[in-house]
């Protein structure tokens, strides 16, 4: 449905692509989610990193990965749960954060 990718430490979104939902509201909002899981870990003496987190709503799935190489961005993106494939769509983006070049 959209995706946009996030800079995680002021909330904005750098880019974004498709429609459905406010996606400048959802980057901001969802900077929040990255915060808290990330004070969650450290709270917990986790020394590891987030692959992804993945949210799922009735209808559709939203998928957060932050971006390993580029610490601080993170991609947001909105699948509708009916027409699109979960491992497939982590898969691509996975791809898409290996190609990324800033």
């Known amino acids: 449905m959209c995706a946009a990718l996030v ?3 002021s909330g904005m979104s750098l880019g974004k692509i498709g429609s459905g939902l406010d996606l400048d509201l959802a980057a901001a909002g969802n900077t929040e989610v990255v915060r808290a899981k990330m004070k969650t870990m450290k709270s917990l003496g986790l020394s590891d990193a ?11 799935y939203h998928i ?9 961005l993170f991609f ?10 979960l ?8 791809d898409v954060e290996q190609a990324l070049t800033m």
Not at 76 to 85: A, E, H, I, P, T
């Open 50 to 60: 987030i692959e992804d987190i993945l949210i799922t709503l009735g209808k559709q």
């Open 7 to 9: 800079d995680a430490n």
């Open 64 to 72: 957060i990965r932050p971006v390993a190489s580029k610490p601080g």
């Open 76 to 85: 947001y993106l909105v699948l509708d749960k009916g027409k699109s494939n």
């Open 87 to 94: 491992a497939l769509a982590r898969r691509n983006c996975q």
